[in-house]
């Protein structure tokens, strides 16, 4: 069946460095992956996405990655800030699937 | 525009017993997804409707059911609860326009105690 997974559970860095999480999916017709990310007592929020027609994207400080023939996609993001610690799940879906698998998603903890 | 609203937001249950939960979709929102998030484990796919049609469904027991209502609200039920169904369980709605999935927009979950 789907699955993705997600590397690393828990990721710590000190504020003004990067951070990158890597994800893998197994399903070849997935054709998009979200990222999103859950802070305390809230539910999930889309911080960005990307199609399998694109291979990268960015938004400010963040930026999507995909290679398709490997099957991996990562988020990256650069001059953290506090604000940005939090729980960052990836997520893949298909055309006709109709429904989103997510990772086990990455604790960021950003060190002021 | 009022987001995902889900009901109750706490409740403990015992054993055996079973629980209900509700899910308003943002509205114009046709389809209606419910996960279970556990530490460690996630999000847990359960179900997906659309329509009021059951589209997909996760590898749960069918002591996990749901159903979705001409409004496009949506409950699920859990029966003959166990400790380990102890979750917070989140409901998000979207905005399927074609046969391609979207963003889903998250209600702030039900977090369910089996004692």
């Known amino acids: 069946g789907e699955n993705v997974e997600q590397h690393p559970s828990t990721l710590s860095v000190q504020e003004g460095d990067s951070a990158v999480i890597k994800c893998t999916y197994s399903?070849?017709?997935?054709?998009?992956f979200p990222w999103y990310k859950q802070e305390l007592g809230k539910g999930p929020q889309l911080i960005i996405d990307i199609r399998s027609n694109v291979g990268e994207k960015k938004d400010q400080r963040i930026a999507v990655t995909l290679n398709k023939t490997a099957k991996h996609f990562s988020l990256h993001i650069t001059e953290t800030q506090p604000e940005d610690s939090a729980v960052y799940f990836c997520?893949?879906?298909?055309?006709?699937?109709?429904?989103?698998?997510f990772g086990a998603g990455t604790r960021l903890f950003v060190k002021a | 525009k009022a987001g995902v609203t889900q009901t109750p937001r706490y409740l403990i249950k015992t054993r055996g017993q079973q629980v209900t939960l509700s899910c308003s979709p943002i509205?114009?929102?046709?389809?209606v997804s419910w996960y279970q998030q556990t530490p460690g484990q996630g999000l847990q796919f359960l179900f997906e409707?659309?329509?009021?049609?059951?589209?997909n469904k996760g590898n749960f027991p069918g002591r996990f059911s749901g159903r979705q209502f001409s409004n496009s609200r949506s409950e699920m039920n859990v029966s003959t609860l166990e400790l380990g169904d102890s979750a917070l369980y989140l409901c998000?709605?979207?905005?399927?326009?074609?046969?391609?999935?979207?963003?889903?927009?998250f209600g702030e979950g039900s977090r369910l105690t089996v004692l």
């Open positions: 409707y659309f329509s009021e049609t059951q589209r």
């Open positions: 998000a709605s979207s905005l399927v326009t074609s046969g391609n999935t979207g963003e889903l927009f």
């Open positions: 997520a893949a879906s298909g055309t006709g699937g109709f429904k989103t698998i």
């Open positions: 399903d070849s017709a997935s054709n998009y």
């Open positions: 509205s114009g929102h046709r389809s």
